[in-house]
Structure formats: structure tokens, C-alpha cells
């Protein structure tokens, strides 16, 4: 990859896709030209698009003149669309109309054989709906119209009986909360990774300021913060118990002075704004604070266990969790796949729940004891794989 400081890119193997200025898109390019055949690679200029605003459009052309690049105003790109309002409508009214045709072909086979056509639509178009939903913008259209074919076509004949509101509710929910799994467009989840307005949330936080999704992860207020570190504190206590000796909650520490909580909030303007890099600075903190004083004062070594309320975990989080993983693995003697894979879900709803908490529709605190179950039983069931 030739690197340049405007010039942002994503590669597998040898496609690659080069976002920034018109100079930058240009100066990779010609190092392409120039080291790429050193290294075995020939850009294949006719297969080349650039995408361009229609004001910028007069100047490409005359700096790539020389080119045989293609010049568009939008393209799809990894199955979903980049470009200009007019190439997104175009390319939404394209997938409205091939989702519609695959939604009456379901349910006229849903008629005579109503599991498989579920299993087809759980496990394989709704989750080609939820990409597009999540990868192009200004998708509300597609999923209303969608839905509606939902409702009227699909599970008629799957349930025989067109749903009410209520039991459209219903329906959404997963499979163990005795729903169908079929999937609302809309969703708390989403609306919490891209900062999305909830509905029907207060315009004002209990402490004075306008409340938003950010505000609510980070207010002190009520204690809400020190509860959600407490929930994912408590669900990886009760796994290490499982292999580990003496664990303890929080032990009490030989007092010193200076020693502060800190709380991890990916959408805080004071976080860095790379994920990455907040990890990293996150575990920093933790590490100045901690670790010396835990090899100097309490003999022991210490791990930084760093996690973001969006879901992701910290490079030591990760390392601490596989170690943890395959510790429980050659305890119960089962799949390392199954076990880490339960390891992250159970984790990743512990994120969840204590999002939830900090956004005041969690109403109970009482969290249930580490299954008893085998993990690789409640991967299978929960298709979590």
C-alpha cells in the first residue's frame, strides 16, 4: 500500500479503494504505476472507477486526462452504493424492487411448506436487508416499504393470520423470548451505534442538561456509570470463578492517594476520536495508575480490562478473554469455538444491558448466575455462530 497523508484506503488482495482529494487519488495512483510492477502488481487501468461530485467533475477530467480511468457520480461498492443522491435512489429502488420479488416468491412457497420458507427468510434475506439498512444511507423508504410487504405477504401465510401492531411486537422478538425473529427495521441497538434518537426519551436529563444517547453513557448522575462497570465487573467475576482460585470483586487495596474511576465512552468529545486509539489510551491510564503500585505494593502483575459501551474490548480485554476462553475450554472439555464464542455473546449483552441501565430502561439489577448449561448447547441453540 503507497501511503499518502490525504489519502485514505482499504485493500483485500489486490482491490483496493482510494477515498480523498482529487491531487492525493492521483499522486497514489501514479506510485501504483511506478512500484507497483516491482511487486508483481499491474493496475488495471479500464477496470478503474472514480467517482467524482458533478461540481468537481471538469477538474478530474483534466488532471486524469491521460487516464483511461471511468468517471461516475456513484458506483456499488462491497454490495451496497456510494455517490450522489441520484445513484442511491436508483440503486434503493433497484434492491426495494428485487426484495419484494423475493418476499412473494416466499410466501407462495410458504403456503405449502411455511418452515423453510421461514428458516430462508430468518437466515438469509433479512440479514441481506439489515446490510443494506446499515451500509447505505437514507434506506427509511426501502425499509417502510419493505415491511409493509412483510406484513401483507410473508407471515400471513406463515402464521395465518395478518398481525396487529402489538403482535408485529411480538413477532420481532428472538426465538427463546417466544417471538419469531422477524426483525423490526428499526432497533434500540441501532439507534445506539450511530447516536440516533431514541424515541420517546426525555428532552432533559434528571441532572439539567439535554439529554442525547452520549449524555446518558457518561452522566453522573444517579450512579448509572459506577452500575454499568459494576454489571460487566460481576459477568466476568463469575466466569473466572469457573477456573480460577480466590477471585475476588474488587479487593481492597493498600490505601494511596490519588486513585480515580474513569469511564470509557467512545461518543465523549474528550475520547479520541480513532477506536483504536481510546483503547489504547484507556489502558494507558489504567496502567499509570495500577500497575506499579500492584507489582511494588500487592505483588501481583496487572491486566488493564478496557471496554467501549458501543461493544468492543481493549487489546489486554482481548488477550485476557482468549486466555479465559481457553482455560474454560479444557475444563468442560469442549470446542474452544463454542466457548469463546459464548464468552463474547455473554459479554456483549452485558454491554447492552448496561447501556440500557445508563439509558434508564433497565429496571431490574439482579443479574443471573453463570449458565450451567455447556456452551457448545447454547451456541448450537442460540445459532450464535
Not at 443494506?132 to 410487504?149: G, H, K, Q, V
Not at 456509570?225 to 493498600?254: F, G, K, S, W, Y
Not at 489504547?280 to 505494593?297: F, G, M, P, S
Amino acid at each position: 500500500m503507497i501511503d499518502h497523508p490525504q489519502a485514505l484506503q482499504k485493500w483485500y488482495a489486490d482491490d483496493g479503494n482510494i477515498a480523498g482529494s482529487i491531487e492525493a487519488i492521483r499522486a497514489v495512483f501514479d506510485q501504483l504505476l511506478q512500484h507497483g510492477p516491482s511487486f508483481g502488481y499491474h493496475v488495471n487501468v479500464p477496470k478503474c472507477q472514480l467517482i467524482v461530485k458533478s461540481h468537481f467533475r471538469e477538474e478530474v477530467e483534466e488532471i486524469f486526462q491521460d487516464t483511461e480511468f471511468e468517471l461516475r457520480e456513484g458506483t456499488r461498492v462491497l454490495g451496497s452504493i456510494i455517490g450522489n443522491e441520484e445513484s442511491c435512489e436508483n440503486f434503493m429502488a433497484s434492491v426495494t424492487s428485487n426484495y419484494k420479488a423475493m418476499l412473494t416468491s416466499l410466501s407462495k412457497f410458504a403456503k405449502s411448506a411455511p418452515q423453510n420458507a421461514y428458516s430462508c427468510f430468518a437466515r438469509g434475506v433479512q440479514n441481506k436487508m439489515t446490510f443494506i439498512s446499515r451500509t447505505t444511507p437514507d434506506s427509511a423508504r426501502f425499509l417502510n416499504e419493505i415491511e409493509t410487504e412483510i406484513n401483507g405477504c410473508l407471515i400471513p401465510p406463515l402464521t395465518g393470520t395478518i398481525p396487529t401492531p402489538p403482535e408485529r411486537q411480538i413477532f420481532s422478538l428472538p426465538l427463546r423470548s417466544g417471538g419469531l425473529n422477524i426483525r423490526l427495521p428499526e432497533d434500540v441497538e441501532r439507534g445506539h451505534r450511530y447516536e440516533w434518537r431514541i424515541k420517546n426519551a426525555p428532552s432533559k436529563c434528571a441532572c439539567g442538561e439535554d439529554f442525547s444517547v452520549s449524555h446518558s453513557l457518561h452522566c453522573p448522575k444517579g450512579g448509572y456509570t459506577h452500575l454499568r462497570h459494576n454489571i460487566i465487573r460481576d459477568t466476568l467475576a463469575r466466569l473466572l470463578d469457573e477456573v480460577c482460585h480466590d477471585v475476588q470483586i474488587e479487593p481492597r487495596l493498600q490505601p494511596l492517594d490519588g486513585e480515580t474511576f474513569s469511564i470509557f465512552n467512545p461518543l465523549a468529545k474528550s475520547c479520541p476520536k480513532k477506536l483504536p486509539d481510546a483503547y489504547k489510551y484507556h489502558e494507558a491510564l489504567k496502567t499509570a495508575k495500577y500497575e506499579q503500585r500492584v507489582i511494588d505494593v500487592e505483588h501481583s502483575t496487572f491486566n488493564p480490562l478496557v471496554f467501549a459501551c458501543t461493544g468492543g474490548s481493549g487489546p489486554s480485554a482481548t488477550k485476557v478473554i482468549k486466555r479465559l476462553a481457553g482455560l474454560i475450554s479444557e475444563k468442560r472439555n469442549e470446542p474452544y469455538a463454542d466457548v469463546i464464542s459464548f464468552i463474547r455473546t455473554k459479554i456483549s449483552f452485558a454491554l447492552l444491558r448496561s447501556c440500557f441501565l445508563c439509558l434508564r430502561v433497565c429496571k431490574s439489577l439482579r443479574l443471573p448466575d453463570a449458565c450451567e448449561n455447556s456452551s457448545s448447547v447454547i451456541v448450537h441453540e442460540g445459532r450464535l455462530n
